[in-house]
């Protein structure tokens, strides 16, 4: 029996999953040794009380009779449906609860998403979130790397007189926090209306814009035929350990619609009763407002790491859309043997830039998703390293 042989595209092990190895790895050859892990972006703020009273009082109705609930619906259920949809509206966007598909986050959207096209011609402006990458690869998609460069703050622009089938977009970007602009959005909608192609929009990071840039691609009306988002409770809501998200595929899209909800039907029993319970409560107003205050802790963490690097002559993203440190690594350094120095000399945990496809080679990423004092700490040391070399 023959297995998958498109999985031999993918390396070694998953980004983050090495990345963890490597960790633990110094930690148990250095005991006692401080340790600053920002490469993993995972957060540490705890869950605002309102949903986890929510999710404590949803525990206790399914040990009653009259309140019990089994398997969820695939699609999820309407009271957390309804508040997306009222979300969306607020900034002007009509959706319909149809559209929208709760799930356990957006990696397994990915998955899922890719299953609507089949294989196909992909393109994927990098440097660029490693699923999503490793995903196409597994299902056997022609992938494209679109390079993006410093010069032009990591913004992808449309390859005009090239036709891909698939456009994967990142906005605000994850790694460098680069966010579309109104008129570069539009700019990707042409493209897309003209080859005839999906993009998948990807809005995980969409509650750490600064404003300026559109929090969701259907902001151009025109891609509610084109375009399929994808958006998260992780890093606004602090979800990470809960695990929410969700796609929203219109119906005006064509088929993907209708094929969405065919296949969760067999891939998907549904996300916990419970934890919907507990993202409906995070988009309450009360939940929001504590979302949005953790939320600016994080990027106030970015900017008192970005400390670290002025007057060092070295290129940093200076947007304040995002809650991660995208930066230039020095000459004479591979992004990966940068790290593994940092470590070694520092006890700062950065990830490679390299992870993040061709185009972040050169480049490293720190997670603001840390204590106010460990952001500081780093900041000193990473500022401090850089002086000697």
Do not use: H
Request: net charge positive.
């Amino acid at each position: 029996m023959k297995y998958n042989a498109d999985l031999e595209k993918l390396c070694a092990d998953y980004a983050f999953d090495g990345l963890k190895e490597s960790v633990a790895a110094f930690r148990a050859g250095n005991p006692g040794r401080k340790v600053v892990d920002l490469g993993v972006g995972d957060v540490c703020l705890p869950l605002p009380r309102v949903v986890g009273e929510a999710m404590a009082k949803a525990s206790l109705e399914l040990c009653e009779k009259k309140t019990f609930r089994g398997y969820p619906p695939a699609g999820g259920y309407s009271f957390l449906k309804q508040k997306i949809v009222g979300r969306y509206a607020a900034e002007g966007i009509a959706l319909s609860e149809d559209e929208i598909f709760v799930s356990d986050g957006t990696k397994s959207d990915v998955t899922r998403v890719c299953e609507l096209f089949g294989r196909a011609n992909v393109l994927i402006p990098t440097p660029c979130y490693p699923a999503t990458r490793d995903v196409n690869y597994a299902a056997g998609n022609a992938v494209a790397e679109l390079p993006c460069v410093k010069e032009e703050d990591f913004l992808p622009f449309p390859p005009y007189g090239k036709k891909y089938d698939v456009v994967w977009l990142c906005s605000p970007n994850n790694p460098t926090g680069s966010a579309l602009s109104f008129e570069g959005l539009r700019r990707w909608i042409d493209y897309a209306l003209s080859v005839g192609a999906l993009v998948v929009y990807d809005g995980a990071y969409a509650d750490f814009g600064d404003g300026r840039a559109p929090r969701s691609v259907y902001r151009d009306a025109r891609a509610l035929r084109c375009a399929v988002e994808l958006r998260s409770f992780s890093k606004g809501a602090g979800f990470t350990g809960v695990r929410c998200g969700y796609a929203v595929v219109p119906r005006a899209a064509g088929e993907y619609n209708r094929l969405m909800k065919r296949n969760g039907g067999c891939r998907f029993n549904g996300v916990s009763y419970v934890t919907q319970r507990g993202a409906e409560a995070a988009l309450s107003d009360e939940g929001r407002k504590i979302n949005e205050k953790n939320v600016k802790f994080y990027k106030t963490n970015a900017e008192i790491l970005k400390n670290a690097f002025k007057n060092k002559n070295l290129w940093y993203n200076i947007n304040d859309g995002s809650p991660y440190v995208f930066a230039e690594v020095p000459k004479g350094f591979s992004s990966a043997d940068f790290c593994a120095r940092l470590l070694r000399e520092t006890g700062v945990v950065a990830t490679a830039g390299s992870n993040f496809g061709k185009a972040g080679e050169g480049f490293f990423r720190l997670s603001a998703f840390c204590s106010r004092e460990d952001a500081f700490w780093a900041s000193e040391a990473v500022g401090n390293f850089l002086e000697t070399l």
